[in-house]
C-alpha cells in the first residue's frame, strides 16, 4: 500500500540554523500538507500546497517558514532561523483530491 | 478550535468492542465526520469518515446519528495494538481543507 514517507526521521540543529524536512507524499495525490505537535501538545496545521502554491497557511507558518515541490516527487518546509519553540514532530500529509488526508510517519525536530 | 466533543480517556477491555463517541452539534450540511488515530507519536492514520451514512471498513464501523450531532466510532473487538488517541474531526468537503484536531479521546485497551 501507497505510503507518504519523511526524513530524515530525526534532526537536531541549533538555534538560527536553517533545515529542510522532506516528505515524498503518495505519487498520484495533488494535495500538499504540513502539520507540527509539539511534544504533549495538539497536531497543528501549517500550510496546505496544491497546483504549485500555497493554499491556506495557519499563523504559525510566519516568514521563516517556506514550502517547496522542487521535482515530481518531494515536498519540502524550510525553516529558514530556526528558533527553540520550533522543536516539534513535523508531519506531512497528502491527499488525493483535497479530503482523505494520509500522514507520513514525521519528523522530530529538535532545536538547541 | 475544534468543532468537536469527545471523552478525555476511555478504557476498553481486549477483545471486546470499543465505542468512542463524539459530539459535533454544529455540524453543517457539507461537512463529514472524519476519524484518525495517532499511536504514541506516530503520524495521525485515518479511520473512517461518512456523511451520514452508517459507514463500516476493515478497521472500525461509524455510526452516525440521523440528526447528524453526534457519532459513535466501533472498534469490534480491540485488541492491546489499539491503544491510542482517538480524533474525531468534522471537515468541510471544500477541496484541500486543512484538518483541525482536537485533544481526542485516550484509550486504553487492557489485557
Known amino acids: 500500500e501507497p505510503e507518504v514517507t519523511q526524513t530524515p526521521s530525526h534532526q537536531v540543529t541549533q538555534m538560527g540554523q536553517e533545515v529542510i524536512l522532506r516528505c515524498v507524499p503518495i505519487?498520484?495525490?495533488?494535495?500538499f500538507y504540513w502539520y507540527r505537535q509539539i511534544l504533549g501538545q495538539k497536531v497543528e496545521f501549517l500550510v496546505s500546497?496544491?497546483?504549485?502554491?500555497?493554499?491556506?497557511k495557519s499563523e504559525i507558518f510566519d516568514d521563516q517558514f517556506s514550502v517547496e515541490r522542487p521535482d515530481g516527487s518531494n515536498f519540502t518546509l524550510k525553516i529558514r532561523s530556526t528558533k527553540l519553540e520550533d522543536s516539534a514532530m513535523y508531519f506531512c500529509?497528502?491527499?488525493?483530491?483535497?479530503?482523505?488526508?494520509?500522514f507520513g510517519p514525521g519528523t522530530r525536530l529538535l532545536v538547541l | 478550535d475544534a468543532k468537536t466533543t469527545q471523552p478525555t480517556s476511555m478504557d476498553c477491555a481486549e477483545g471486546r468492542a470499543a465505542n468512542l463517541p463524539c459530539n459535533h452539534s454544529?455540524?453543517?450540511?457539507?461537512?463529514?465526520v472524519y476519524w484518525y488515530r495517532q499511536i504514541h507519536s506516530q503520524g495521525p492514520q485515518y479511520i473512517i469518515h461518512?456523511?451520514?451514512n452508517n459507514e463500516t471498513n476493515e478497521m472500525a464501523s461509524l455510526i452516525i446519528t440521523e440528526d447528524r450531532k453526534s457519532s459513535t466510532l466501533i472498534l469490534p473487538h480491540a485488541t492491546l495494538r489499539d491503544t491510542a488517541v482517538y480524533y474525531c474531526?468534522?471537515?468541510?468537503?471544500?477541496?484541500?481543507?486543512?484538518?483541525?484536531f482536537g485533544q481526542g479521546t485516550e484509550l486504553s485497551v487492557k489485557p
Open positions: 474531526i468534522v471537515r468541510d468537503y471544500n477541496q484541500g481543507g486543512k484538518l483541525i
Open positions: 500529509a497528502s491527499s488525493v483530491g483535497g479530503t482523505t488526508q494520509y
Open positions: 454544529t455540524i453543517s450540511g457539507n461537512e463529514y
Open positions: 461518512g456523511l451520514k
Open positions: 500546497f496544491y497546483n504549485n502554491e500555497i493554499s491556506e
Open positions: 505519487s498520484n495525490h495533488l494535495y
